[in-house]
């Protein structure tokens, strides 16, 4: 088993920029179109995610800082460490924190990701925890699995992040005809900021 590595996250901004770490982070928290594409499969196929009843202030300040953000976190960083172990963890502790219902729309989505990229070539630990899912001996919840897809296509642990809220957003108010989008720049910039060490841009 490899060690579980730390969140870190490192900035490498191009020497002439002067801006601070904060809008450093909120810039790569911005929305690919890219990313939106892989996620559509998702998108069209999940009438509910996680965000349902208490509305978007109350899903980002209770379930997502609670639950899904911690996972999102651990997830990345085990992935990105190449530790299956320490995947397979974190979605197994992720499904002990869900409710009944939410351990079953998490499963769903996770199984219409994993679905969508199982043509990708060498996938590494992504493929290894495929392989766990697929014979039952992990759970494969949406989050876990966005982590290390993500990072699979190597996407910052901030994108990784703020796209997850930007789904979830998208699922749970499409038919809203008032929303507004939120900032998921500033969201992401909250969650980094206020789980982690500052970065240190250098």
Not at 143 to 167: K, Q, T
């Amino acid at each position: 088993m490899k060690p579980h590595l730390p969140v870190t996250l490192t900035l490498l901004p191009p020497p002439e920029d002067q801006r601070g770490d904060v809008e450093i982070v909120e810039e790569w928290a911005r929305g690919l179109d890219w990313v939106r594409w892989l996620l559509g499969s998702v998108r069209a196929r999940t009438e509910q995610l996680s965000l349902h009843g208490g509305g978007w202030q109350c899903f980002t300040e209770g379930l997502f800082r609670e639950k899904i953000a911690p996972a999102l976190e651990a997830a990345w960083s085990a992935a990105h460490a190449g530790d299956l172990d320490a995947l397979l963890a974190a979605d197994a502790d992720l499904g002990a924190k869900f409710s009944p219902d939410e351990n079953k729309r998490s499963r769903q989505a996770g199984a219409v990701l994993l679905k969508s990229t199982s043509k990708a070539r060498y996938q590494g630990v992504l493929g290894h925890f495929r392989d766990h899912i697929a014979a039952g001996s992990s759970e494969g919840h949406f989050a876990i699995v966005w982590a290390a897809v993500g990072n699979f296509f190597h996407l910052s642990l901030a994108n990784v992040i703020a796209e997850y809220l930007r789904l979830e957003w998208e699922i749970g108010t499409r038919d809203d005809l008032k929303r507004r989008e939120p900032n998921f720049g500033l969201l992401t910039r909250e969650v980094l900021f206020g789980r982690m060490r500052e970065p240190k841009v250098i």
